[in-house]
């Protein structure tokens, strides 16, 4: 019999599934998303910034909120561990938070090491 040209096609279907798995979960990475909280003198307006890794690294991104004319940078660090997600908070105390108002924010991923 053939079976040998079966455990080919085999081998090599489970190859492609291992190995297309892990790049469709990185490339949903890093998340970001713009969040407001109350740090004792009123609401302002910050980024949250959630990644994953399959392996440890560092990673360091750089942070931008808008808010009609006024523009926010900063940067950031994380540490991942290997098979680690990770998130972190950036606020910016000047960035007031009110009903009208429209943020937007870009991240961008720097080179860390």
């Known amino acids: 019999m053939n079976y040998q040209k079966y455990w080919g096609l085999l081998l090599v279907g ?19 998303e713009v969040v407001e909280s109350d740090l004792g003198f009123g609401p302002v307006y910050g980024v949250k910034v959630m990644d ?18 006024k523009v926010w940078l900063d940067t950031l660090y994380l540490d991942l561990g290997a098979q680690d997600t990770v998130s972190s908070e950036v606020f910016f105390g000047d960035a007031a938070a009110s009903a009208e108002a429209q943020p937007t924010h870009r991240l961008e991923i720097l080179n860390a090491e």
């Not at 392996?55 to 004319?69: G, P």
């Open 14 to 32: 489970l190859a492609w599934a291992c190995s297309s798995e892990p790049a469709a979960e990185e490339a949903k990475w890093p998340q970001s």
């Open 52 to 69: 994953y890794s399959p392996k440890a690294t560092a990673r360091s991104y750089a942070l931008q909120l808008s808010l009609s004319d």
